[in-house]
């Protein structure tokens, strides 16, 4: 079924000028946005792809998520509700704010500059993930294993004093550790701009 047609606030047109600056959205652009399925799918879809996509294949795949089903099995009104949808309504608005470059003459849709403005709100398999639980735990898992074998003696391990291995253990956490506060000091810098850029 085709999804009901919102409109953005005037606001819009204000925020996407001809100006060279970097362009900026309210949160209210954003959260309207974001409040469509339909377009949250076309982020979706557009991140994984990292490249340029047709509006015939992205309208397919999407109707195909709709439908649960395959793109083999769509029938051809189930990809034309979503293909009209993407062409008249979601698309030209995206574009307008900045967040999709669309070709429409063409066909042709690629991520634009304010993309990043509302990936910040979604939760996708292609957003960022913090790992560093994992890596913690791995670290641990393999210092615990290299102390147990020193301890029972094992070949290559019994040979070293178990408090150069504990040293080694220590360092290697604390190097861990001052590239994680670097990792996530250098993300708070990138979240920062964006966050400049909502109004």
């Known amino acids: 079924m085709m999804s009901s047609i919102d409109t953005l606030p ?3 047109t204000a925020v996407t000028g001809d100006g060279e600056e970097d362009q900026t959205l309210s949160k209210d652009v954003i959260f309207e946005l974001l409040k469509n399925r339909r377009r949250r799918e076309v982020l979706a ?6 490249e340029t996509v047709t509006l015939g294949e992205l309208a397919e795949q999407i109707a195909a998520w709709e ?3 395959d793109v083999n099995a769509l029938s051809s009104d189930q990809r034309k509700r979503v293909y009209v949808a993407l062409y008249q309504t979601h ?3 995206m574009d307008d704010a900045g967040i999709v470059d669309y070709d429409q003459d063409r066909g042709l849709i690629t991520l634009a500059d304010n993309a990043d403005l509302l990936v910040m709100y ?4 292609t957003h960022r993930r913090d790992r560093w ?3 913690y735990a791995s670290v641990s898992v393999l210092a615990t294993a290299v102390l147990a074998g020193a301890m029972v003696g094992f070949p290559g391990l019994a ?6 291995l504990a040293t080694f253990v220590v360092a290697t956490f604390l190097v861990l550790s001052g590239v994680h506060v670097l990792v996530n000091h250098r993300f708070q810098q ?3 701009g964006k966050l400049e850029r909502i109004g």
Do not use: C, F, H, S
């Open 10 to 12: 005037e606001e819009i």
């Open 45 to 50: 879809y557009l991140l994984e792809a990292e």
């Open 67 to 69: 439908n649960d089903t």
């Open 91 to 93: 698309l030209p608005k």
């Open 122 to 125: 979604l939760d996708t398999d």
């Open 133 to 135: 639980d994992r890596i």
């Open 159 to 164: 040979a070293l004093p178990l408090g150069i």
């Open 190 to 192: 990138v979240v920062d």
